[in-house]
């Protein structure tokens, strides 16, 4: 057996079908040994030769190829989490130093090297009757409602009974409920709902500067994240 056909058979033939059947059973991997001392492979349950002779079915060659190559990944996997560990000390050391300084890049010419560190912000939990009482007029400039929902149809339904989302809940439930036959409080129970308020934080950041606008602190939170970011110059 050669490798590569075995790999560009897989990448190339396996169906939809295949797909969905393989991954909705449990496959078995039975370890069998082979000519390299202490080495054995895994192959699927279906692919095992009936006399088990591994190193007949996918050849020496091969069976060498993929040692020295998984053996390969697996060092640089051990050399990579000690590296990405280390940069992980060295990067929260610079970012103390830096942050308190009101430092926020350096760069070497001569080096040809640049290494910035700099906030990024996400803003969540937004209160909307605190948004709406301190923003007043400027509540629809700086803020998108969004209504995120999602509806679940009993199984049988035909699928010609496509629901279409009214603007208002009450509209929605009604019109669900008349296309299943089934009363509100039914139909409620298969509509999830989700408001979603999407504020425009440089608008009102900009109120916010001018002095036109007001914010309480339980208008929202924010997570503030620093990231260095090295480069090349």
């Known amino acids: 057996m050669v490798l590569k056909d075995a790999k560009k058979d897989r990448s190339s033939s396996l ?8 991954q909705s059973r449990t496959m078995q991997y039975p370890e069998l040994p082979t000519h390299i001392p202490g080495v054995a492979v895994r192959l699927e349950d279906d692919k095992v030769p009936d006399d088990e002779d591994v190193v007949r079915y996918l050849g020496k060659s091969a069976i060498r190829s993929l040692f020295n190559t998984g053996r390969t990944v697996f060092r640089a996997s ?12 060295r990067t929260n050391k610079f970012k103390g130093q830096a942050i308190s300084s009101g430092f926020r890049g350096l760069l070497s010419r001569t080096g040809g090297f640049s290494v910035s560190v700099f906030p990024s912000y996400e803003f969540k939990d937004w209160d909307k009757d605190a948004l709406r009482e301190a923003l007043g007029p400027a509540y629809d400039q700086v803020v998108t409602e969004r209504l995120e929902m999602s509806v679940t149809l009993p199984k049988g339904q035909e699928s010609d009974t496509a629901l279409t989302a009214e603007s208002l809940k009450g509209q929605l439930l009604g019109y669900i409920a008349g296309k299943l ?19 425009n934080t440089k608008e009102l950041g900009g109120l916010i500067s001018a002095c036109q606008v007001t914010l309480p602190e339980n208008a929202g939170t924010v997570n503030e994240t620093w990231s260095v970011t090295p480069r090349q110059i």
């Open 15 to 22: 169906s939809l079908t295949q797909a969905l059947i393989r």
């Open 181 to 199: 036959s089934c009363n509100t409080m039914e139909a409620e129970s298969l509509v999830a709902f989700k408001e979603v308020l999407e504020v």
């Open 78 to 89: 051990r050399r990579i989490t000690k590296l990405t560990s280390e940069q992980s000390q």
